[in-house]
């Protein structure tokens, strides 16, 4: 069980940066990789960004791909979500999303545990 709090979102300007939080607790020794998606209004949930228990090892969606990083702590207990050059399209509520037992991420999280989501709204 990987319990998930995210923080951070809000309201921004176009062009503008913000940067997500996500705080994994759990008592399993087990590795999970991490990431994120988001939900627009009226749309499907979509994948963003993803982070294997090593920090080298990332993806992204194609949408996001050099303006978000993600990153993780040393702890590996907290993931991050840095976004830049923001679009009024990346407003959406964003989930942080874990998977257990996963090292390597070359796909995106299947979701085993989700968080509340936190709003992200970009000004035009």
């Known amino acids: 069980q990987v319990h998930l709090v995210e923080s951070g979102g809000g309201l921004v300007q176009a062009g503008g940066s913000l940067r997500l939080s996500c705080a994994a607790s759990t008592r399993t020794f087990s590795p999970y990789a991490m990431g994120w998606f988001r939900q627009a209004p009226g749309k499907e949930r979509e994948f963003v960004a993803a982070i294997g228990w090593s920090a080298a090892n990332t993806i992204y969606a194609d949408s996001v791909k050099g303006r978000f990083t993600i990153s993780r702590d040393g702890a590996k207990s907290t993931v991050y979500l840095q976004m830049n050059s923001l679009k009024p399209e990346d407003t959406a509520v964003y989930y942080c999303?874990?998977?257990?037992?996963?090292?390597?991420?070359?796909?995106?999280?299947?979701?085993?545990?989700w968080g509340q989501g936190t709003q992200v709204t970009v000004s035009s």
């Open positions: 999303a874990a998977d257990q037992n996963v090292v390597v991420v070359i796909t995106p999280l299947r979701g085993d545990y």
